[in-house]
């Protein structure tokens, strides 16, 4: 069994559609894959349609873009009742946050020379519930500015940077409350990617579990092999699953193939009881993995 376990569409800021990230797992010999974009369901139906008709295994997620003692950290919500209110409006407001921010970036960016208009970034973000600062970067690479979405973040949209604007997040605990209550499993997605390890120590850790985390995200691109081991570690210690996955964004993103990590059998295994504790106890209507 070969399970990836986040992965991204257009919907949000992956290149391709929900579709194709299903017939694409499919092609890669994945058995199980779960569309995680962020911010947003709205690629679900599509997925689940592709993955009924090929017959791949479909796990329905998303990927929440939350703060940390004043840092980005992106909780992954699996299998959680998107219609809940309390989500659905936490959702909404980060998704508005990211339009309004828009503006913003494009005038920083005019202010460091580069001629570029909001309507440029929509053009971009045609299919996209979220867009995001990768959809900025497309336009930038388009210009000839930068060469990829690496060096975009790096000269222009990481934070510190000058074309860095920030916008609503809710809190990390906030988040996994509202998650649980609409019959989700929070997993912290890759924990130790870009610099994370300072804020979410082993400590830290302890104490999100204490309040509901469920998971770790040990295995993923972003984490060297000595860190993937220590999550793995750390996981077993707190009692939280370990996942694995490639955080795929189609072209957006390189050396993230579907399938380059994935989550083991048991691990799934153990979010979907998880899964399943979680819908009976919050009384809402969650979405069951598809299996193949
Ligand atoms: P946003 O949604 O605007 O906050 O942008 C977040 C997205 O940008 C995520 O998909 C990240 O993978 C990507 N991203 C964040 N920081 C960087 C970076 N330094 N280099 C490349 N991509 C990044
Ligand atoms: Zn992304
Ligand atoms: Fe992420
Ligand atoms: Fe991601």
Known sequence: MRIDLHT??????????????????GRAGLDVVALTDHDTASGWEEAAQTAYDIGVGLVRGIEISCRHRGRSVHLLAYLPDPSYPPLRNMLSGILDGRTQRLPAICAALRAEGIDIEEAEVKKQ???????GRPH???VLIGKGVVDDR?????????PGRPGYVSRYAPSLS????????AGGVPVVAHPWGRGSEAIL??????ALAEEGLEGLEAHHQDHTPRQRQELVDIAARLGLIATGASDFHGAGKRDHELGCHTTAPDELERLLVTAEELAKASGRDTPRMLTS
């Open 136 to 138: 900025v970067a497309d």
């Open 150 to 158: 690496d060096e975009a973040f790096e000269r222009y949209l990481a």
């Open 8 to 25: 991204h569409s257009y919907r949000s800021d992956g290149t391709t559609s929900p579709r194709e990230v299903v017939l694409a797992a």
């Open 125 to 131: 973000d045609a299919e996209a519930t979220a867009t």
């Open 201 to 206: 120590d082993e400590p830290t850790l302890g």
């Open 174 to 181: 906030e988040a996994m409350i509202v998650v649980r209550e």
